[in-house]
């Protein structure tokens, strides 16, 4: 059982970029499906998590109204467009699966290997 993240790369300031996740069986075994990002020197944050039941979601303030979370459960696959990029948003973003959407990267179950966004003129 795997999380499989794609869709980094490099953009300039203002432009956007989608990430994928494939999450297995996760969604349909009733886990929250969401990112969280590492920028070079700092601690792991929480950007966004989606509920595998309804339409909740859940965004961390930096990225509230300028990211968007959403699912195909059909394709166990998660998605992550983000706009409006700032120079800030670069890290590697994790696809995660959590028991609920928690900001506590110890509480995650299970963690996807990384993809690096950078936003850089």
């Known amino acids: 059982v ?19 996740c494939a999450a297995s069986k996760f969604l349909k075994d009733g886990y ?9 020197g700092k601690e792991r944050e929480w950007v966004s998590f989606i509920s595998p039941t309804d339409d909740s979601t859940y965004y961390a303030d930096p990225v509230k109204g ?10 166990n696959a998660v998605y992550l467009q983000m706009n409006s990029l700032k120079p800030e948003d670069t890290a590697i973003y994790y ?21 690096q966004v950078t936003v850089s003129s």
Not at 3 to 16: H, I, N, R
């Open 2 to 20: 795997q999380l499989q993240a794609s869709g980094g790369g490099l953009v300039q300031p203002g432009e956007s970029l989608g990430l994928s």
């Open 32 to 40: 929250y499906i969401g990112w969280y990002r590492q920028a070079p």
């Open 66 to 75: 300028r990211f968007t979370i959403s699912r195909d459960i059909a394709k």
């Open 95 to 115: 696809c995660v699966a959590s028991a609920w959407p928690t900001m506590a990267p110890s509480d995650v179950n299970a963690w996807g290997q990384g993809t």
